[in-house]
């Protein structure tokens, strides 16, 4: 089996297990609070990416846990959009459809051309400029917005958790590619230990106790290991081939979310969320392609990542494969020869 075949089914199975861990969010409501779901989400999250963080530092002794100081503001900023975009994200799946949810965040790719553009100074052109306008027009024709409609702040609310998410995978962006940069397992841990933090007092305030909700426990339980499978299977995939590869694969997870909503909530999209639907995927697909034929014509940016590639679907960190170890030999076997 190739290394590409490999990542292809890393990515496929990381779509499913965290499709699998917005369902039992869904199933769970209201009977646990939005701060303990993500509390235990951060929870699975820590155990990764400290896994991942030592399996670095024995490759490069100059990575660290928390980062580095001259780094400490943008991993604050990272961590507190990727979390609040989490937080967001669990309680927009109390008020909308599964595949609804899954959709908002595929916007993520599409709105992070335009803050690199605005912020990283990076070049929009025409065809991609195009692509933003009927991503964001198609979405209108999910979110269908009116105020006689009961779910308008949700959607709402998803919206700004998918702006949360672009702003967190830009600063990912810079981390990973600025000169005194950061592994993306640091960022990852940082993410992870913001949220205990932050989550712990939330958490204490809003507990109803465990009476009665034993079976909503043990789906929290349940979804903190989906998430835990789905990050380790996201990082594996770019490890085994490059994310302008197998990017794309991440668009399976709207298939899980719309069998899963409908067997367990009978959830079907009208006319117009189908359209947005087709159109949201069909733009990120031919995104996914352009960008990758542009990539082809235009040399790597540090530590091999181009600017042109774009982050597409989930909250989770994006690893790039090349940006995995930060050390002189890597670098130096990039440079060419005089």
Avoid at 24 to 38: A, P, Q, V
């Amino acid at each position: 089996m190739s290394n590409l075949t490999k990542g292809i089914l890393c990515s496929l199975l990381s779509a499913f297990a965290l499709a699998l861990m917005g369902l039992f969010f869904k199933l769970i409501g209201d009977n646990i609070s939005s701060y303990e779901k993500l509390l235990s989400r951060g929870l699975g999250l820590f155990i990764v990416a400290w896994f991942l963080v030592i399996q670095a530092k024995k490759k490069n002794p100059e990575v660290k846990l928390l980062g580095h100081k001259q780094n400490a503001i943008l991993l604050l900023m990272r961590s507190a959009a990727g979390g609040t975009a989490m937080l967001l994200y669990i309680y927009t799946l109390n008020y909308i459809s599964l595949a609804d949810a899954d959709m908002l965040l595929k916007l993520n790719s599409v709105l992070l051309l335009i803050l690199c553009a605005v912020f990283l100074k990076e070049k929009v052109t025409f065809t991609q400029g195009i692509i933003v306008v009927v991503s964001l027009l198609a979405a209108l024709l999910i979110i269908k917005p009116s105020f006689n409609n009961p779910n308008f702040f949700a959607y709402a609310i998803g919206l700004v958790g998918t702006l949360l998410v672009s702003i967190a995978y830009m600063s990912i962006r810079y981390l990973t590619t600025k000169e005194t940069g950061e592994h993306p397992a640091t960022i990852m841990f940082h993410l992870a230990c913001f949220i205990i933090i932050t989550m712990i007092y939330p958490t204490i305030k809003n507990f109803n106790g465990f009476s009665g909700s034993g079976i909503f426990y043990l789906w929290l339980i349940l979804s903190s290991i989906c998430s835990a499978i789905g990050q380790f299977a996201l990082t594996y995939s770019f490890k085994f081939a490059p994310a302008k590869e197998i990017s794309v694969y991440s668009y399976t997870s709207l298939i899980w979310n719309f069998v899963l909503g409908f067997i367990f909530f009978m959830t079907i999209p009208d006319f117009l969320s189908i359209i947005g639907y087709v159109v949201i995927v069909a733009s990120g697909i031919y995104l996914y392609f352009y960008n990758k034929a542009r990539d082809k014509s235009k040399p790597n940016t540090k530590h091999g990542i181009s600017p042109s590639v774009a982050s597409i679907a989930s909250t989770t960190p994006v690893i790039k494969p090349d940006s995995l170890n930060f050390n002189k030999e890597n670098e130096d076997s990039r440079k060419p020869n005089s």
